[in-house]
């Protein structure tokens, strides 16, 4: 899972770059000012779309950890009241 947080990082690393270089160009022409609005909100929707996908998979990783850390203390002689205390302090 870690992995698939990485990709996911590297890819809006380079969306970002992707969309800092696309505003930096030089002073859009008139004619052109419709199509320059459509790339921009098609660029937000992609950087969108891959930050939502970013926080669900880094929220997704920390579920499956805590899962597993509570399994563990489970296993080692914890209760589900203690585990339950322990949640809530």
């Keep these: 899972m870690k992995s698939n947080s990485k990709t996911i990082i590297l ?3 380079f969306a970002v770059f992707f969309v800092l ?3 930096n160009k030089d002073q859009v022409h008139a004619s052109e000012d419709l ?3 459509i790339k921009a909100i098609k660029t937000t929707f992609l950087l969108l779309l ?3 996908l970013l926080i669900y998979s880094l929220m997704i990783g920390d579920v ?3 899962t597993y ?3 563990m203390l489970r296993a ?3 209760g589900k009241v203690m585990l339950v ?3 809530t302090f």
């Design 85 to 87: 205390i322990l949640l």
């Design 11 to 13: 890819i809006l690393y």
């Design 76 to 78: 080692l002689g914890f």
């Design 69 to 71: 850390e509570f399994g």
């Design 50 to 52: 891959l930050s939502i």
């Design 21 to 23: 270089d696309f505003f």
């Design 35 to 37: 199509l320059w609005v």
């Design 64 to 66: 499956e950890e805590k």
